[in-house]
T-cell receptor
Framework: AQTVTQSQPEMSVQEAETVTLSCTYD???????LFWYKQPPSRQMILVIR??????QNATENRFSVNFQKAAKSFSLKISDSQLGDAAMYFC?????????FGTGTRLTIIP | GAVVSQHPSRVICKSGTSVKIECRSL??????MFWYRQFPKKSLMLMAT?????????EQGVEKDKFLINHASLTLSTLTVTSAHPEDSSFYIC???????????????FGPGTRLLVL
């Protein structure tokens, strides 16, 4: 079974600074997708970024980018120029055949 | 695009009653929807996969007679918690899969969730 590990239960960053959230996963599959979802206090799950495993190029969405290391099974999220609205719970997720397996989440606090 | 709604957003019911939660994909059709449960400060736990026109597939440990799922159309799935008890109190979230052209796999888009409190 696939597992997703987020080793940082909590992180904090100064506003306008950069922060990196870690995620590792375990799978025997070669074709899969990885996601970062954000859950703010409203509890709405919001897709932040996705990465196809067959693509070597790291995905980027505005201030959000990933460092995908397939051999190491690592998928970290970098948030640049952190904003107050980035404060949320961040979940890393793995998908092979539609089903998502989530990590335990990292709570990100933005310090004004 | 890819908006998913849930109704109701919050419901309080008495023990022994049944509660129905609706999940709708508003601007796309979803052959597959998913139902999750989330406990406070925990991650999402997949309960079942709902496929339009067929029976839902339940995860191990989830009672199919307790949590009835119906996916009657490409934009609507419902979760009915039957004979609810206080231990069923939780946050229930649905998602709908969208397959975008050029991608090899669907992406799940989530509804805003339903908070259920059983007294």
């Amino acid at each position: 079974a696939q597992t997703v590990t987020q080793s940082q239960p909590e992180m904090s960053v100064q506003e306008a600074e950069t922060v990196t959230l870690s995620c590792t996963y375990d799978t025997s599959e070669s074709d899969y997708y990885l996601f970062w979802y954000k859950q703010p206090p409203s509890r709405q799950m919001i897709l932040v970024i996705r990465q196809e495993a067959y693509k070597q190029q790291n995905a980027t969405e505005n201030r959000f980018s990933v460092n995908f290391q397939k051999a190491a099974k690592s998928f970290s999220l970098k948030i640049s120029d952190s904003q107050l609205g980035d404060a949320a719970m961040y979940f890393c997720a793995y998908s092979s055949e539609e089903k998502l397996t989530f990590g335990t989440g990292t709570r990100l606090t933005i310090i004004p | 695009g890819a908006v998913v709604s849930q109704h109701p957003s919050r419901v309080i019911c008495k023990s022994g009653t049944s509660v129905k939660i609706e999940c709708r994909s508003l601007d796309f059709q979803a052959t597959t929807m998913f139902w999750y449960r989330q406990f406070p400060k925990k991650s999402l736990m997949l309960m079942a996969t709902s496929n339009e026109g067929s029976k839902a597939t339940y995860e191990q440990g989830v009672e199919k007679d307790k949590f009835l799922i119906n996916h009657a159309s490409l934009t609507l799935s419902t979760l009915t918690v039957t004979s609810a008890h206080p231990e069923d109190s939780s946050f229930y979230i649905c998602s709908a899969s969208l397959f975008r052209w050029g991608q090899q796999q669907e992406t799940q888009y989530f509804g805003p969730g339903t908070r259920l409190l059983v007294l």
